[in-house]
């Protein structure tokens, strides 16, 4: 498949993929806000239309989240995901000083856990680990 990668994404696009994928909308203030922190942002273009995004946030210690890895209904099981990941994690490599280490984490959505097995990320729980956790806080 032909697409640009780029590493820009306006809000607009950005909030259009979410609700493509059928993600729970946010405030544009708050989608743009969060774009604006993003450590590093991988977006693929076809034809001058958003497909696909993977953003990486990063404290720069030892701590990054894979965010929002998200593929336009319409271009999935194409590769684009395996893609998207596959320069994340070569980014987070191609950065990391000699001797470092760092954890990446990500949050899979529900039956995708395999997906990223592939990539070597380990399901929670395990032997060690307790299940991973979260919840949404509104003001």
Request: proline share 3%.
């Amino acid at each position: 498949m032909d697409y640009e990668i780029t590493d820009t994404i306006t809000t607009e696009e950005y909030m259009e993929l979410r609700k493509a994928v059928g993600w729970e909308t946010i405030p544009y203030e708050q989608a743009a806000d969060g774009l604006k922190h993003t450590t590093r942002l991988c977006c693929f273009k076809k034809d001058g239309k958003t497909i696909a995004l993977a953003r990486i946030l990063w404290d720069y210690g030892y701590i990054i989240y894979i965010a929002d890895v998200i593929v336009r209904p319409e271009y999935q099981r194409q590769g684009l995901g395996h893609a998207l990941m596959t320069y994340v994690m070569e980014y987070i490599k191609s950065v990391l000083k000699p001797g470092y280490k760092v954890k990446v984490n990500l949050m899979s959505a529900k039956g995708k856990e395999a997906f990223y097995k592939d990539f070597g990320f380990v399901a929670r729980p395990d032997e060690t680990s307790g299940c991973g956790m979260h919840q949404w806080l509104e003001a």
